[in-house]
């Protein structure tokens, strides 16, 4: 049950070893536990919240999502709109980040060497308009560091919300980059928020320069020593992790970045402090409404409640299947399936409890993920901002690597030679081409100010990095999602043709898709459909 109790503030040492002693045994609770959450009761029966978190994880240096997927959610307008409208409800607000921040690794299509300015100047747009945010504190993730500590420093010298990291430091800088923790105060209630970070990359590595100290411990210390009237630990890392910071005593709240996952997760909890994500990459929020009690806090989330009810539904359901099973079996033993119909009664009362109000004795608070559809309001004012630095990274980019071309084929190979050479026998495919979206792929680019992008061209042209193909400036004959993008080079099949040992592929495997169609750029990409809207007369199929 979600009703997080005997949550009182534990301020002295003998209370501080032992919370150490829980975390470094393991002792002190399953680490997947079973949840039961009692329903939302009549908001008219509960207090107002006196304060309310607004959450953000895994921004991952996102400003916006890619227009490309059905329904994009996110963008840093959208989010900057969507934070104001909260406050200006008249709710006491206070706004906290957890994961990486300004970076994602390299984009699509370049090494990192390549990439570096433009993520720089992305990240700076990201560390002005976070400014603008207000945020109380951020614990940052691996990723912060892709460009280098240095680079990270810098970003954070002119960051305004402070960085918080228990025993973690930086060897090389004058004053220190981390703080444990930081104490605000909000319409008189204290709040301090605690930074537990592992900074772990692939393989656990962490960046250089880094030395990370007993984070465990140093959090400990940090929420122990905290004088506040809710502490809430911004933590980076994996679920294990976050388990064990919400056992840590005298914690209300547990803020979960570095999962990096898409979809927000309802609160959690571990025996201990209630475990809140929001997914990542800005598409969404977590709102969590806040009241205190005596040192207990009931979840009333209808969110949490909704999620209960798909679990023991699922469960529910495949009971049923099993017992009908059971009972079209002469050999079930007739207490086996009394047993089991017992248990099924039993959940079926669980799922019915969640429509009854539940008694709230203590403190409340009611979570929700608000995501940021294509639709949202933007502030128009970091819309700006956003198409400010599209112009100058396609400005930078286009001097910067005016040079940069494809190595050019080996000797006796195809190189590209572009779709209109394609259409001087294909003319029927060439038509259909240049109206399908494949062939207008390159103008959508340009505008928006983005076709020397690094994170963009590679998917609006053919050939793009490969022998005797584009670059992000040399495109040529090659803009847009051309022939040879499918069917592969074709300088070999224009000079024999009907040479079947040089021919072009006629029918493209999925692999070839896949490279742009992703998830994150193609979410309702399925190949087999997919490649039955492209089989038209003239294409595919004899023309009319």
Not at 84 to 92: S, T
Not at 301 to 307: D, V
């Amino acid at each position: 049950m979600l009703h997080l109790a005997g949550m009182g503030r534990t301020r002295h040492p003998a209370a501080l070893a032992a919370a150490i002693l829980v975390l470094l045994t393991g002792v002190g609770g399953s680490c997947s536990p079973e949840r039961h959450v009692e329903p939302t009761p009549d908001p008219a029966a509960l207090e107002d919240p006196e304060l309310r978190l607004l959450v953000i994880t895994d921004l991952d240096g996102y400003l916006e999502p890619c227009g490309c997927t059905s329904r994009p959610l996110g963008g840093i307008d959208r989010m900057s709109a969507r934070l104001q409208a909260l406050r200006d409800e008249g709710v006491p607000s206070l706004l906290v980040m957890a994961g990486n921040v300004f970076f994602h690794g390299a984009p699509h299509g370049a090494d990192a060497a390549r990439a570096t300015d433009q993520e720089v100047m992305r990240a700076q747009t990201m560390r002005d308009i976070i400014n603008d945010f207000e945020v109380a504190a951020v614990t940052p993730g691996p990723l912060d560091f892709a460009f280098g500590v240095d680079r990270f420093v810098s970003l954070v010298a002119e960051t305004d919300s402070p960085m918080l990291a228990a025993g973690v430091q930086i060897e090389g800088t004058e004053e220190p980059v981390f703080a444990p923790s930081v104490t605000v105060e909000v319409s008189g209630i204290r709040v301090a928020l605690v930074g537990l970070t592992q900074l772990e990359g692939e393989h656990g590595a962490r960046p250089d320069r880094i030395t990370v100290d007993s984070v465990l411990e140093a959090g400990a210390s940090a929420i122990a020593e905290a004088d506040a009237d809710v502490v809430i630990a911004l933590v980076e890392g994996d679920r294990r992790f976050a388990r064990r910071v919400a056992r840590i005593d005298g914690l209300d709240f547990v803020v979960h970045g570095g999962l990096d996952e898409a979809e927000a997760h309802s609160p959690a909890s571990s025996d201990g402090a209630a475990i809140l994500h929001a997914g990542r990459q800005g598409q969404g929020l977590l709102v969590a409404d806040l009241r205190r009690g005596q040192d207990t806090w009931t979840d009333v989330s209808e969110w949490t409640r909704e999620e209960e009810r798909t679990h023991l539904q699922g469960r529910i359901e495949s009971l049923e299947r099993r017992i009908a099973a059971w009972e079209a079996d002469d050999t079930t033993e007739a207490a086996d399936l009394a047993a089991q119909r017992r248990r099924l009664a039993s959940l079926r009362g669980e799922r019915e409890a969640l429509d009854t109000p539940p008694t709230v004795e203590g403190g409340y608070f009611r979570a929700r993920y608000e995501e940021l559809p294509p639709e949202a309001p933007r502030d128009s004012a970091v819309s700006e901002r956003m198409g400010a630095l599209d112009r100058r990274v396609n400005d930078h980019n286009e001097e910067l690597f005016a040079e940069w071309t494809a190595e050019p084929a080996a000797e006796g190979a195809a190189h590209y030679v572009g779709s209109e050479r394609c259409g001087t026998c294909h003319a029927s495919a060439a038509a259909w081409w240049r109206s399908h979206p494949h062939g207008r792929a390159y103008a959508t680019l340009v505008d928006r100010h983005k076709n020397f992008n690094l994170s963009c061209v590679g998917c609006h042209v053919t050939g793009y990095l490969r022998p005797g193909g584009s670059t992000v400036t040399h495109v040529d004959n090659l803009q847009n999602v051309g022939c040879e993008s499918c069917h592969g080079p074709g300088s070999m099949h224009i000079a024999h043709p009907s040479d079947a040992a040089v021919n072009v592929r006629r029918s493209p495997d999925e692999s070839t898709c896949l490279g742009c169609h992703t998830p994150e750029h193609s979410d309702t990409f399925q190949f087999t459909a997919y490649r039955q809207t492209l089989l038209v007369p003239g294409h595919g199929r004899p023309a009319n």
